[in-house]
């Protein structure tokens, strides 16, 4: 017991060398502790859990990546959506023979008044939707260009696998 | 004599546990030290052919990786003037309720070095690398990365020590 607090002291101070680190550990991951040393298990435990972490694949991680994706979708299909419900307010449906606009209440049944109202509102939708949505798109095609980058080591892997495997056989 | 892809898996893909559990101690975040090893590969592999010149790769590969997540820390003080590399502090009574193992608690304690420390520290109580090796990753002398090696221990003693006498008080008093 002499010997592990010296050894500990000498952990402390910074001077202790590897294999003496490895005598320590050995003791502390042991279940025959003095209650004087019970204190410095913990230490020990969290050095041997954290070597065993591994590199997780690629399809473990990344959750937010997924939430980004739906998030996109919500406001792109939402865009799509209000503009396709606009077009049929504005123009009614398209099996109508002439165009016309409703104004407060008021049809208006003069062709290019109603077409003029549509294309300034058209206009300005479309440019409100483009302010929002740009940013949105910059970044899907940023983290698209970028998928193909962190493929290339599975790929790499699952081709050098292959061909391990050929070498075998 | 080119490195090819099989030597490059058996150099470098091998290494991306070490590397990994590396950047997940600096950055202190998951996903972002999953990207910084794949920075990493793809640079490596970039840069294959000057490989071959190089004699410790595994040591290399670690120094590498360190700077590369260093120059992520760097970047995000730049873009939150919160920095949210959490330095050496006392836990606050919540912190400590919520964590009441103490395996996570140690864990917790040792993120909470400055980051040398607790890269020191790791490097060489979870990697078992020796100090000549920390000295060339963490690009300091030999004699620097003891003394930071056992200022991270004694902190961690410190702490250790504290809150055992207080876990051992509450089990007394029950």
């Known amino acids: 017991m002499e010997n592990i607090n010296e050894l500990l002291n000498k952990y402390f101070s910074g001077t202790s060398t590897l294999e003496e680190e490895k005598i320590l550990k050995k003791y502390f991951t042991s279940e025959k502790l003095t209650t004087e040393h019970q204190a410095y298990k913990p230490l020990f435990d969290v050095f041997d859990l954290e070597a065993k972490v591994t590199y997780p694949p690629a399809n473990q991680k990344l959750t937010n990546k997924k939430r980004f994706h739906l998030r996109t979708f919500l406001y792109t299909s939402s865009g799509v959506a209000a503009a396709i419900l606009l077009t049929f307010w504005l123009f009614g449906s398209p099996a109508m023979q002439s165009d016309y606009a409703i104004v407060n209440g008021t049809r208006i049944n003069d062709n290019e008044i109603a077409q003029q109202m549509a294309q300034e509102k058209i206009n300005k939708v479309e440019t409100m939707l483009q302010g929002k949505l740009t940013p949105l798109e910059s970044l899907q095609t940023v983290k698209n260009r970028l998928e193909p980058a962190k493929r290339i080591f599975e790929i790499k892997n699952d081709i050098l696998d292959i061909k391990h495997k050929l070498n075998f056989e | ?174």
């Open chain 2, 1 to 174: 004599m080119r490195m090819d892809t099989l030597q490059f898996k058996n150099r470098i893909i091998i290494l991306s546990d070490k590397l990994f559990r590396l950047a997940k101690s600096i950055l202190q975040n998951e996903d972002e030290a999953w990207d910084a090893v794949q920075d990493l590969n793809l640079k490596l592999w970039e840069k294959r052919i000057q490989l071959n010149e190089i004699e410790n790769i595994p040591a290399f590969a670690m120094r590498s990786m360190r700077n590369l997540c260093l120059d992520v820390l760097r970047q995000r003080r730049n873009n939150d003037h919160i920095g949210t590399d959490i330095e050496y502090q006392e836990l606050n009574p919540y912190q400590q309720t919520e964590r009441n193992d103490m395996v996570t608690k140690i864990q917790l304690l040792i993120d909470r070095l400055p980051e040398l420390q607790r890269t020191i520290m790791r490097m060489r109580d979870v990697e078992g690398m020796e100090i000549s090796e920390i000295s060339y990753i963490t690009q300091i002398t030999e004699n620097a990365v003891s003394v930071n090696l056992s200022r991270a221990r004694q902190k961690v003693r410190e702490q250790l020590i504290t809150e055992h006498s207080r876990v051992e008080e509450r089990i007394w008093r029950t």
